[in-house]
């Protein structure tokens, strides 16, 4: 079984920054797509960002200049960068790993509390 580990959220003034990072450990043989989603309270799960085995990256229009996605394939770890944060990104940030097999399969993190408040 996959389990994914997250660290880094926490309370953030607007303007500051965060990394957030997701391991995943178990029984893998390789991972595909990686990515970041968010959820606020009444709100949809949304896609933040993804990255791909190859590092192809992709972001939602909100994120895009100040959140950066990147992986490291050695250590099953993906990570996202985030500046110049504001009051609307705080949500539950949850990362998903698409792990390979017979069928892939998706994983999901327990969801880690990001809140930007003064």
């Known amino acids: 079984q996959v389990q994914l580990v997250e660290s880094g959220g926490g309370l953030v003034q607007p303007g500051g920054s965060l990394r957030l990072s997701c391991t995943a450990s178990?029984?893998?043989?390789?991972?595909?797509?990686m990515g970041w989603y968010r959820q606020a309270p009444d709100k949809q799960r949304e896609l933040v960002a993804s990255i791909t085995r190859d590092a192809s990256t992709n972001y939602a229009d909100s994120v895009k200049g100040r959140f950066t996605i990147s992986r490291d394939n050695a250590k099953n770890t993906v990570y996202l960068q985030m500046n110049s944060l504001n009051p609307e990104d705080t949500a539950t940030y949850y990362c998903?790993?698409?792990?390979?097999?017979?069928?892939?399969?998706?994983?999901w993190s327990q969801g880690t509390q990001v809140t930007v408040s003064s």
């Open positions: 178990g029984s893998i043989v390789s991972t595909y797509t």
């Open positions: 998903l790993v698409v792990v390979a097999g017979t069928i892939p399969k998706n994983y």
